[in-house]
């Protein structure tokens, strides 16, 4: 069974930083396990639709971003920690949502890591929380 948890999620200062953390487990129908898969954040606010946020390859050597958070957030992963990060600097009153961990054992690139229905295995998510 796999599972995303996230963590790092809280109240945070308008211009201020907050790291988020997704840490991986288990293992998928097929044996694999979720650390060698591409990864991805989306969020999300009630009403609206989920945004992708950031997405990363295999490696950790491709990096893909919403146009929103381009120049302050970071992706980053440790595959031997099963972990992928989302580093939020320069935080702004629009990025208050719930965060989304996701995890797809499929490669693929460029604008498909946006298409959250490409991704089979999503955490719970996280809330962020912004004060002017």
């Known amino acids: 069974q796999v599972q995303l948890v996230e963590s790092g999620g809280g109240l945070v200062q308008a211009g201020g930083s907050l790291r988020l953390s997704c840490t991986a487990s288990?293992?998928?129908?097929?044996?694999?396990?979720?650390?060698?898969?591409?990864m991805g954040w989306f969020r999300q606010v009630p009403g609206k639709e989920r945004e992708f946020v950031a997405g990363?390859?295999?490696?950790?050597?491709?990096?893909y971003y919403g146009d929103s958070v381009k120049g302050r957030f970071t992706i980053s992963r440790d595959n031997a920690k099963n972990t992928v990060y989302l580093q939020m600097n320069s935080v702004k009153p629009e990025d208050p949502a719930v965060y989304y961990c996701?995890?797809?054992?499929?490669?693929?690139?460029?604008?498909?890591?946006?298409?959250?229905?490409?991704?089979?295995?999503w955490g719970q998510g996280t809330q962020v929380t912004v004060s002017s």
């Open positions: 996701a995890a797809s054992t499929y490669l693929f690139s460029g604008n498909y890591y946006q298409e959250s229905w490409r991704y089979p295995y």
């Open positions: 288990g293992r998928t129908a097929s044996g694999r396990t979720l650390s060698t898969d591409v």
């Open positions: 990363i390859n295999r490696s950790g050597t491709s990096t």
